[in-house]
């Protein structure tokens, strides 16, 4: 019960201030990184966030995976890291772009979900 408490919590606070966080601001965000080091803040705070929501997302959907249906969970190898989350991410995003509208918590879940797809 308590875990469950937990879950709704945690969702309630990750789509929380969405109304400019959609995917279009998510994909700028996350191709920047690997592209070359921030030169101003801006650049380095945006890709912060991307590193750390697309991170949250990834261990959310472990962590709470026991909660979740069957077709909700992911079966992700514990090799993978933040880069190969983000370029999960960013393939998503470029794959969907009728979906950037929709909050980045949501895309970055779909993301996952899409690429380890538990068989």
Known sequence: MIKRIGLIALVSLLSCGQALADGHNLLMACKMIGQ????????????????????????????YADLLPKEQRICVSPAVNNKDSVRIVVNYLEAHPNQLYLPETTLAIQAHREAFFCK
């Not at 030169?39 to 590193?51: N, Q, R, V």
């Open 36 to 63: 070359k080091i921030p030169t101003d803040d801006y650049s380095a705070f945006e890709s912060g966030l991307c590193i750390g929501l697309v991170q949250g997302v990834r261990q959310t959907l472990v962590a």
